[in-house]
């Protein structure tokens, strides 16, 4: 039988990617993925529309997204899978963290203006057109009004972390984003580690009740994949992967392409089965 692939790391038009629910519901069909996860930053509004695509063409949806955490100063990233999308905690919780994000974007801006960069936040706002705005959505607001050439340059001269226009954003506590995705019914696994350097604090996340690792990942090597494959089978946590594509853009992550097998999903079907009410 041939073997089946999925992708549990996707981004919309609902936080900073670029295509819409409908064209990543293409875009899976395309690559013959049987099931795919949306992870949208901070919020779960695309799943519904997304859920709809993929039911029409026959591939299996989860309800996901991908929290901004704080653990310890550092910034990480939480990804939430197989989430009730109307629980009302993780509803009111999320539009808390898109205040936040919106708030980052006024006070960016504010910096960028004190270095003679003539931006307005609703013109980042009416590009972004979503709930969830973040840097990306910046960068391609500086590129379109001219200030910057591409979305790297953006990066690199203004909002990478120690640009003197970078603003930290606040972000809830890991424990906090742990606790909100099991009490939605979901898993909750740290996203691409390799990007990180805070596998000192892995065993803070397990204390707190850490499911599970992304091992692939677009951006994770063949090596670090092996490494955090190796630490979920020491740790009994589970192992999951996804490209993180955030639409169909030359040179970044694009979705199906790190052949995550369907097995993968069996694992994480198993594990939220049976710990469904005993997550709190
Ligand atoms: P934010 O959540 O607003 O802090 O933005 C973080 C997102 O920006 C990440 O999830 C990436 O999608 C993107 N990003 C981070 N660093 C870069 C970079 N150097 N170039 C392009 N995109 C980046
Ligand atoms: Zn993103
Ligand atoms: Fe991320
Ligand atoms: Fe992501």
Request: one cysteine or more; glycine letters at 8%.
């Amino acid at each position: 039988m041939k073997q089946k692939f999925i992708d549990l790391h996707l981004h919309t038009s609902f936080s900073d990617g670029i295509s819409s629910p409908e064209q990543v519901a293409e875009a899976a069909e395309d690559m013959n993925l049987s099931a795919i996860a949306l992870t949208d930053h901070d919020t779960i509004e695309g799943c519904s529309h997304l859920e709809k695509y993929c039911l029409n063409k026959g591939i299996e949806f989860i309800s996901g997204t991908e929290l901004s955490v704080d653990i310890e100063g550092n910034e990480m990233h939480l990804l939430g899978y197989f989430l009730d999308i109307e629980n009302q905690l993780l509803i009111e919780q999320t539009t808390i963290y898109q205040q936040n994000r919106i708030n980052r974007i006024i006070e960016l801006v504010e910096r960028l203006n004190k270095i003679g960069i003539d931006l307005t936040a609703d013109q980042v706002f009416n590009l972004a057109k979503c709930k969830a705005p973040g840097r990306p959505h910046l960068a391609r607001a500086l590129v379109k009004y001219g200030f910057c050439k591409s979305n790297n340059e953006a990066f690199s001269r203004f909002l990478r972390k120690g640009s003197p226009t970078w603003v930290p954003k606040i972000n809830a506590n890991y424990r906090d984003g742990i606790k909100l995705i099991h009490q939605a019914g979901g898993l909750a696994v740290m996203a691409h580690p390799g990007l990180n350097n805070i596998d000192n604090l892995i065993p803070n996340l397990v204390d707190a009740g850490l499911d599970g690792i992304e091992c692939w990942h677009t951006r994770h090597q063949k090596s670090t994949e092996k490494r955090y494959r190796e630490m979920t089978v020491k740790l009994s946590l589970l192992a999951t992967g996804g490209s993180d594509c955030h639409g169909p853009q030359k040179g970044l992550p694009i979705i199906g392409t790190k052949q995550v097998p369907y097995e993968i999903l069996e694992m994480m079907k198993q594990k939220v089965a049976s710990s469904a009410g005993s997550l709190l």
